[in-house]
């Protein structure tokens, strides 16, 4: 595979997770590609895909990768085409949610699959779309393992600003065991936000 990080940055001797008794993981990678998410974005998005990839990859015999990028639509990607797809248009998260969603029923049974969903976003979205994101999120929760949500926003101070966007403030308000949000503005933050997803029994 393409995804490489150091060996000596992979240690997680004090990471647990509730898994089901099955070799198998789908990792879902979701990331909003609208004109908002620039280079410097996708970047400490990838970064961050990578970390959890290697993290995930070390604890199961077989891994599907699921690329899954959203604008007003959602499209099922090549690891290519996902980080270098871009788009002038606007948000609708819940196209990609739906995607996950609908993926999950038809390749990924909850009984043969530990599943994994990571979302990176700068927060846009349609405020008239959050409903529907809160109850795709309703629908995706009791399939997976963990759903994780990362905001990334290079150009602001970590931490302050995630509650003030619509996806921040959407998530951040979400009270469900398995979903965890985080955020990065700089590759400094990337471990950080990894150790707010599974540091301790998730």
């Avoid at 639509?73 to 290519?80: N, P």
């Avoid at 599943?115 to 309703?138: C, M, Q, R």
């Avoid at 399939?143 to 619509?166: A, D, H, L, N």
Wanted: hydrophobic content about 35%; some cysteine.
């Amino acid at each position: 595979d393409s995804f490489s990080y150091m060996e000596r940055d992979l240690r997680y001797k004090h990471y647990a997770i509730k898994e089901k008794k099955t070799s198998n993981a789908a990792i879902f990678f979701m990331m909003d590609i609208s004109g908002s998410m620039g280079k410097q974005k996708k970047f400490l998005s990838r970064s961050f895909f990578f970390l959890l990839y290697h993290f995930i990859r070390s604890r199961y015999d077989t891994v599907d990768i699921i690329f899954v990028a959203y604008e007003t639509e959602a499209y099922e990607v090549d690891e290519k085409s996902f980080f270098e797809r871009g788009s002038s248009g606007g948000t609708i998260a819940s196209s990609g949610i739906k995607m996950v969603n609908e993926i999950i029923d038809a390749r990924y049974h909850p009984a043969s699959w530990n599943t994994y969903v990571f979302h990176a976003s700068d927060g846009d979205n349609w405020p008239s779309d959050n409903k529907s994101v809160t109850e795709l999120i309703s629908q995706c929760i009791p399939k997976v393992q963990f759903y994780g949500y990362c905001e990334i926003e290079p150009s602001q101070e970590r931490m302050q600003w995630m509650k003030e966007t619509s996806l921040g403030n959407l998530f951040g308000g979400m009270a469900y065991e398995k979903l965890k949000t985080s955020s990065i503005s700089r590759k400094e933050d990337i471990w950080e936000a990894f150790n707010s997803f599974f540091k301790g029994e998730v």
